[in-house]
């Protein structure tokens, strides 16, 4: 075998059997922790299974403290959230500094749960005095503009997470190693493949919402598809969990594709897709999903 022959190989079984799960693994990939405790927000990388801190900045809360709840109680919301836009000036008011990061905040989550609120962001600051304070935003987390600067090369917009915690605590630390959830999610992925309705749908939380669809809805769509297709394919990649007090989310690349019965091919699509994971009666249930294009 050649030099170069070889070296694909050992490449593709890199692919195979690294990552979550036996599920292919990307490297590089940076999330936002932020820990109300202390007032510390930490640049990390998901690295086999666990954050490797990467920076640590200080971090300017909401006046109010404690998570929030609707719009203008002054609190930063605490969950697990994704930045949808940045924005710099002239876009951008003075007093948010050099830049600003918008989160998707009310997510999937805090919608079902009744939270409201918008325009939360992670933003710096035209006034370096208000960073002596722990508790001066409306609710936003809050850098200097030259932190601001250094973080941006960490963020993927739509992909990079950021994790608001009351207490960081060693626990939240470690989010690959939960078995529970890893088995969890290999078993839906498994039920899914095989079409198995019933044992696909005991996965989801009674309160479940996607696409428009409660859990009846999503059942009856799934159902639908099931009778229409004779194979399903699902082939995770880059299977990354993130829990939190409150929820946990897994996303990962989904590589789906679909044979009619007829033997044609029926849909196919490649993207990430995003788990909303909440414990109802003690058992891990998706309460939520998304899906965007957006890649690692």
């Known amino acids: 075998m050649s030099p170069l022959r070889l070296l694909r190989v050992f490449v593709g079984l890199i692919l195979v059997f690294s990552g979550s799960q036996g599920y292919a693994s990307s490297d590089g990939t940076t999330a936002i922790l932020v820990d109300k405790k202390t007032n ?42 994704t930045f949808n836009s940045l924005l710099t000036p002239p876009s951008l008011q003075k007093k948010f500094g050099v830049m600003s990061f918008y989160m998707n905040f009310p997510n999937t989550f805090d919608q079902l749960a009744g939270r409201t609120g918008s ?29 601001i600067q250094e973080i941006k090369s960490y963020i993927r917009l739509g992909l ?17 190693s939960d078995p529970k959830l890893g088995a969890f999610f290999d078993s839906w992925v498994k039920v899914w493949e095989t079409k198995n309705l019933d044992q696909y749908m005991d996965h989801y939380h009674s309160d479940f919402s996607a696409q428009g669809r409660n859990k009846a809805g999503w059942k009856q769509y799934k159902a ?31 590589n789906y594709r679909s044979k009619l019965k007829n033997g044609g091919w029926g849909h196919r699509s490649r993207g990430t897709k995003i788990l909303y994971i909440a414990e109802e009666n003690n058992q891990s249930k998706i309460i939520a999903e998304t899906f965007t294009q957006l890649m690692w």
């Open 119 to 147: 325009g939360i962001m992670l933003h710096a600051t035209n006034e370096p005095d208000r960073l002596k304070k722990n508790y001066d935003s409306q609710g936003c987390v809050v850098v200097k503009n030259e932190e």
């Open 40 to 81: 510390n927000l930490h640049v990390v990388q998901y690295d086999s299974q666990h954050y490797k801190i990467l920076k640590t900045y200080h971090a300017t809360l909401g006046q109010v403290k404690g998570d929030k709840e609707q719009e203008n109680d002054l609190k930063t919301p605490e969950g697990i959230y």
């Open 224 to 254: 639908d598809l099931n009778r229409k297709y004779s194979s399903i394919e699902i082939r995770p990649e880059d299977v990354k969990i993130y829990r939190h007090p409150k929820y946990s989310v897994v996303t990962f690349t989904q």
């Open 160 to 176: 990079t997470p950021i994790l608001i915690f009351s207490e960081l605590t060693d626990e939240y630390l470690n989010p690959g």
